[in-house]
């Protein structure tokens, strides 16, 4: 049986079939909608089939023009129980999907009440596209940490490579390596050392601390002294003539002072390069310092994730900084302190003063630990001040200073956030300067201190490093603060065991310590014996390869600095006819 087409009218005014009441009738002679059976239905009702072309074209016993009639208008009807059968079972296969997003869960409190905003609805797409943007950028920032810490361990100054960091003193051809020694040995570290050191002399003289101090804020800040006729003492350990005299007396078997152990106690912190001569005599240790040592000076933002600039003329560069610290924490030592108050003697007078000069006011303590039965320790101590708890006892302290430049560059305005986010600032301070931090808690720990008090000193103006202001001081005890600092005391001295046992296979002669400035290891040279003397000639490097900071003598520096300053402040108040402008408002 062959299946008519029927005829196909033309419409030759658009697409479709002709909209004239006479148009050609369709399939067989009958109109397209009459013949075509339609049954209503709801929108909302599920759209099955229209037409079925493989049902069986019509019923066995019907023939000629009904039967052909029947064929065609069966393909449309789908009343049959069969046909219902089929439905039914496709219908219980069928399973509509609920598109909605899940409700959000409300958000419980206060704050989230009256801070929520209202948000414009967005479409799918902007919603990944959003977070696709956000993982992008989450990637860069880690990417970018990732980088900073890699050139922070290995590259010596972050962020800019063209900046080759070099050793803090120049290696010279003749010296031989002994020993290279990574951070990650002294991490490992552990011994226990008596916690009760044994006072073998007392020197010196102090002065009681002022506790007006401790109720400065930066609304009643007060202005940072100048104390330019009192001398500051950095001897080392071979030029103190009581550590000659205990030598002598076979006291022990090495000799130190605490900022040097301290610096060996705070390696795995440390980021700039350093160094210490080692002198093995006899059975004898003496660990100094070389004179114009790094280790006379503070750093600033040592271990911040953005470098400083190197350029020695700018204010803010690290050398600079290096040396304002410096001045910032002599000055602040001397100002804390009560005026013409009854002076705490000791023992003995303070051994590198002379009857001439005034010499700012330290105790010295010569304290021995024992490491093992064979060898003992004796180092000098600083303690700056005196105090009294509150049972009336009486207390020893050191005194330090941290010191803001620019609030820009270290993140948190201190002017701002010191009275209501304390806990902040000292938490950025302990990201950017963890080294310095952790080697005054550990100089605490050694001098037996009861507190230790940290002022913050803030330049009046971040473009003049001339006058600074005290904003507020606060006091630690030494163990609770090191134990907030993550400063692990076993660790400390079982970094200085490790040294001292290294140290003792040496033969008779001099060596150096150098922290690598590239890479956090510790290296071990054995040096002339007339090295770093008077009359040793070392090859110097090119002027323009080196980088000296002004460690030489940092009172001459500060001395410079004051006369800057006063000349600056003459100079402005001769030129604005204000015979009452002061010279700290010039310079600000």
Request: proline fraction near 8%; include cysteine; hydrophobic fraction near 35%.
């Given at each position: 049986?062959?299946?008519?087409?029927?005829?196909?009218?033309?419409?030759?005014?658009?697409?479709?079939?002709?909209?004239?009441?006479?148009?050609?009738?369709?399939?067989?002679?009958?109109?397209?909608?009459?013949?075509?059976?339609?049954?209503?239905?709801?929108?909302?009702?599920?759209?099955?089939?229209?037409?079925?072309?493989?049902?069986?074209?019509?019923?066995?016993?019907?023939?000629?023009?009904?039967?052909?009639?029947?064929?065609?208008?069966?393909?449309?009807?789908?009343?049959?129980?069969?046909?219902?059968?089929?439905?039914?079972?496709?219908?219980?296969?069928?399973?509509?999907?609920?598109?909605?997003?899940?409700?959000?869960?409300?958000?419980?409190?206060?704050?989230?009440?009256?801070?929520?905003?209202?948000?414009?609805?967005?479409?799918?797409?902007?919603?990944?596209?959003?977070?696709?943007?956000?993982?992008?950028?989450?990637?860069?920032?880690?990417?970018?940490?990732?980088?900073?810490?890699?050139?922070?361990?290995?590259?010596?100054?972050?962020?800019?490579?063209?900046?080759?960091?070099?050793?803090?003193?120049?290696?010279?051809?003749?010296?031989?390596?002994?020993?290279?020694?990574?951070?990650?040995?002294?991490?490992?570290?552990?011994?226990?050392?008596?916690?009760?050191?044994?006072?073998?002399?007392?020197?010196?003289?102090?002065?009681?601390?002022?506790?007006?101090?401790?109720?400065?804020?930066?609304?009643?800040?007060?202005?940072?002294?100048?104390?330019?006729?009192?001398?500051?003492?950095?001897?080392?350990?071979?030029?103190?003539?009581?550590?000659?005299?205990?030598?002598?007396?076979?006291?022990?078997?090495?000799?130190?002072?605490?900022?040097?152990?301290?610096?060996?106690?705070?390696?795995?912190?440390?980021?700039?390069?350093?160094?210490?001569?080692?002198?093995?005599?006899?059975?004898?240790?003496?660990?100094?310092?070389?004179?114009?040592?790094?280790?006379?000076?503070?750093?600033?933002?040592?271990?911040?994730q953005e470098q400083l600039p190197e350029n020695k003329d700018d204010i803010n560069s690290?050398?600079?900084?290096?040396?304002?610290?410096?001045?910032?924490?002599?000055n602040f030592s001397q100002q804390v302190l009560v005026r013409d108050g009854e002076k705490v003697t000791f023992d003995e007078p303070n051994p590198f003063a002379s009857e001439n000069e005034e010499a700012a006011p330290v105790c010295y303590r010569y304290r021995r630990w024992k490491l093992d039965d064979d060898i003992s320790i004796i180092a000098r101590c600083e303690v700056h001040a005196a105090g009294v708890d509150p049972s009336g006892a009486r207390q020893f302290l050191t005194l330090n200073a941290l010191n803001e430049f620019d609030p820009k560059i270290t993140g948190v305005d201190w002017k701002q956030k010191l009275e209501s986010q304390r806990g902040a600032v000292l938490a950025t301070e302990l990201k950017n300067n963890a080294n310095k931090l952790a080697r005054w808690t550990a100089q605490a720990l050694l001098s037996g201190a009861d507190m230790m008090k940290l002022g913050y000193v803030s330049r009046v103006h971040p473009r003049d490093h001339f006058n600074h202001s005290i904003l507020t001081v606060m006091g630690y005890k030494p163990r609770d603060f090191a134990t907030q600092i993550n400063l692990n005391t076993a660790n400390m001295w079982g970094i200085v065991k490790s040294i001292v046992d290294i140290c003792m296979k040496f033969e008779e002669g001099k060596y150096v310590l150098v922290k690598d400035p590239a890479k956090p290891q510790m290296r071990i040279y054995q040096v002339p014996n007339d090295a770093f003397e008077n009359d040793y000639v070392e090859e110097p490097l090119p002027e323009e390869e080196q980088i000296r900071p002004a460690t030489d003598d940092v009172d001459a520096t500060a001395q410079e600095m004051d006369a800057a300053a006063e000349a600056e402040a003459n100079k402005a108040t001769t030129q604005g006819g204000d015979g009452e402008k002061s010279a700290d408002a010039a310079a600000a």
């Open positions: 049986m062959g299946f008519d087409v029927g005829v196909v009218p033309f419409n030759p005014d658009g697409w479709g079939p002709p909209d004239a009441p006479g148009a050609a009738p369709l399939l067989g002679g009958a109109v397209a909608t009459a013949s075509i059976p339609f049954a209503p239905f709801s929108r909302s009702d599920k759209l099955g089939r229209i037409a079925d072309w493989t049902r069986n074209p019509g019923h066995p016993g019907a023939h000629g023009h009904h039967a052909a009639a029947a064929s065609r208008d069966s393909v449309f009807d789908f009343s049959s129980a069969d046909d219902s059968l089929a439905a039914a079972a496709e219908d219980s296969s069928f399973s509509l999907v609920d598109a909605k997003p899940p409700p959000k869960h409300p958000r419980f409190g206060p704050k989230w009440r009256f801070n929520q905003r209202p948000q414009l609805p967005q479409r799918r797409d902007e919603e990944v596209e959003a977070k696709r943007r956000e993982a992008e950028k989450e990637r860069a920032r880690r990417e970018r940490h990732y980088q900073n810490h890699r050139s922070h361990h290995h590259q010596g100054f972050r962020g800019n490579q063209q900046n080759t960091a070099k050793p803090s003193v120049d290696i010279q051809p003749d010296w031989t390596i002994l020993e290279q020694i990574p951070f990650a040995n002294f991490t490992k570290l552990s011994f226990a050392v008596n916690d009760q050191p044994e006072d073998l002399l007392v020197c010196g003289a102090v002065d009681s601390y002022d506790r007006a101090y401790d109720r400065v804020n930066p609304k009643t800040a007060r202005r940072l002294e100048r104390f330019k006729n009192r001398q500051f003492f950095k001897i080392t350990t071979t030029d103190d003539p009581i550590i000659r005299r205990l030598a002598e007396e076979d006291k022990a078997t090495v000799f130190a002072t605490d900022a040097i152990l301290a610096a060996l106690m705070c390696t795995p912190r440390s980021i700039l390069s350093w160094d210490i001569v080692v002198q093995r005599v006899g059975n004898k240790l003496f660990f100094d310092k070389r004179e114009g040592s790094q280790l006379d000076l503070l750093t600033v933002n040592e271990t911040a690290a050398p600079a900084l290096a040396v304002e610290a410096t001045y910032i924490n002599q």
